[in-house]
C-alpha cells in the first residue's frame, strides 16, 4: 500500500496507509476517482482573523449578532468581512449513536474536550509572587476541574513541564516543583540602576531626560566631583547597553515560549485555552511587538485562546526610594520612569488576552477568584476574517479597528492590529493551514451537507477494524465546467484520538470529480467514501473534514466510536 503524504507532515504526524474508498464514489462510469497526493486549493492568502468578544452593560458575552452588524478597518480603511463564524462555548455534538449511525455525543462520553495549559512565568515571577499564585492554582484545580477537562503545566523556563492530564495529583506535584529562575534578571541596587524599560528609553529612544536622570544618579551612588561626569556617562552608556542586551533576550525567550505552547495546544481536538500566569514584561522593541502579533495570529489560527492573570496582585506604582540621595529632578524622572514601566508590563499581558478572546485579570489580591474568572472563556466569540486590499509585503503594522452598526450599549475587545507579512504566501500553504487548524478542532462546519458514520468488527478479543464512513452531498458543491464536464476535488480526511486528546493515526483522501451533465443530474443521494482503521477495543474521538476546492467550502464534524 502507498505511504499517504499530507498537510500533517508540518506536525510530525505520521498518517496511516490509505484503503480504497468505497460506495458511490469508486464507480468508474461517474467519472470519479480516490486519489493520494497534494490537493492545491484556491483559498485566499493573507487572510487577517480577528477574534471579537462583545458584551452587554453587564459584562455578559452576547451571540445574537451577524455579520452585517460589524464594521472592520484596517489603516482605517473599511475592509469587506469575507469570513464570519460565531462559536459558542458549549457546542452540542451530533445524537446518539447506533450501529454504523452517527457516532455518540462527546459529551456523554467523559472523554477530553477542554484543554487548559497553565503557564507559570518563572522568569519573571518572585518568590513570593510564586507562592500566592501556586497555592490559588491548586485550590482551581483540584476544585473547579472538570472530568472533560485535561491541564498541562509549563513553565517560560521550559525547567519544568507536565503534558495533559487530569491526575490532580500529579498536577499538582508539578506546581509545588518550580521556582523562580534569573537568567535575565535585572539586578537592583547596581550602580547605575537602570531597568531594560530606562534603558531602552536612553538607547533606542534617545530619551535625553531620562539619560541625565541615570548621569546624575550615576554620579551619587558612585561619589563622583562634577569634573568627573563623564566617567558617570560612560558607565551609563554601558550599563545601559548591557541591560539592552539582557532584556531583549528575556523578552525574545518568553515570547517564543509562548508561541511554541500555542502551537502545541493547537494540535489538541477540542477548546483550547492557555493561562498565563506572569508579573508581566516589557516589549519596548519593534522586533517583541512583531513576535507579539506572531502569537496572536497563531493562537487565532490555532483556536487557543489566552486568558492572563497578574500575578502582583493589587500593586501600587509607587517605587522604592529609599536608596536614592541624589538631586530631586533626577529622583522624580527615575521615579516617574520606574511608574511607566510597572504599569508596561501589564500591556503584552492585556495585548495577549484581548486579540484571542480571552480575558485579563490584575490589581486583586484574590488570585483564585480570578482565576476562575478568566479560566472561563466567553459563552460566544465572533470570528471575522478579511483580505486585506493591495497588501504589501513589508513587514508594516496595520492598526485594526472593529465598530458595531447601531448597538449601543455593547463594549468590543478584539485585537488592535497586526504586522503585514514580509514575504508572499502560497495558496497551497494557506489552504493546508484551514485543513490542519479543522482537524484539532472541535467545532463543527456545516459549508457542505455531510453524514458521519462509524461500524466495526472484532476478528477477535485484542484487535478490532473501525470504519468511517463519510456521506456528502456532492449537489451541493460548485462544480467548474471543462471539456463537457463538471469538475470538483474533495479533500476527506478522518482521524482518531484517544480519549484524552492524543492524536493516535489518519487517514487523507481526495476525490476527483469529473461529471458529464448527465451523470450528475442522476445523482440522488450521498457519495460515500469509507476509511479504514486497524485498532484495539476502546473508546476513540472521530473527527471528519471535508474540503473542496471549487468552493472552498468546508464541513466537519464530531463522533466517538466506543469499542468494548
Known sequence: MQILRTFFAVLLLPFAPFSAAGGQSAQPDAQTTTTVGETTFQSKVNLVMVPVVVRDAQGQAIGNLEKADFQLFDKGKPQVISKFAVQKTASKGPKPSTPAAPPMRLADTGVASRFVGYLFDDLHLAFDELARVQKASIKHITTDLQTTDRVAIYTTSGRVTLEFTDDRDKLRDTILRIQPVNLYHHAPGNCPDLSYYIADKIINKNDQQAFQAAVAETMACATLTPDQRQIAVQMVQSTASQEIGRGEQDTRVTLLTIKDIARRMASMPGQRQIMLISPGFVTPSVEALQETTDILDRATRGNVMISALDARGLFTTTPDITQRSYDGNATMVKNQNDREAMIAQEDVLAELASGTGGTFAHHSNDLYGELRRVATAPEYMYLLGFSPENLKNDGTFHKLKIVLVERKGLTVQARL????????????????????????????????????????????????????????????????????????????????????????????????????????????????????????????????VVRDAQGQMMAAQNGVADIP
Open 417 to 544: 492590529g497586526y504586522y503585514a507579512p514580509k514575504h508572499a504566501t502560497s495558496q497551497e500553504d494557506t489552504a493546508k493551514t484551514e485543513i490542519a487548524d479543522a482537524v484539532f478542532s472541535r467545532e463543527e462546519i456545516h459549508d457542505l451537507s455531510i453524514d458521519l458514520h462509524t461500524k466495526f468488527f472484532k476478528p477477535d478479543p485484542t484487535d478490532a477494524k473501525l470504519t468511517v464512513l463519510a456521506r456528502i452531498d456532492v449537489r451541493q458543491l460548485h462544480f467548474r465546467k471543462a471539456n463537457n464536464r463538471n469538475n470538483d476535488d474533495l479533500k476527506i480526511i478522518a482521524v482518531l484520538f484517544d480519549t484524552n486528546g492524543n492524536y493516535i493515526t489518519g487517514v487523507e483522501k481526495t476525490l476527483e470529480m469529473r461529471l458529464l451533465d448527465a451523470t450528475l443530474q442522476k445523482l440522488n443521494g450521498p457519495v460515500t467514501v469509507k476509511s479504514d482503521f486497524d485498532v484495539k477495543p476502546g473508546t476513540y474521538v472521530v473527527r471528519l
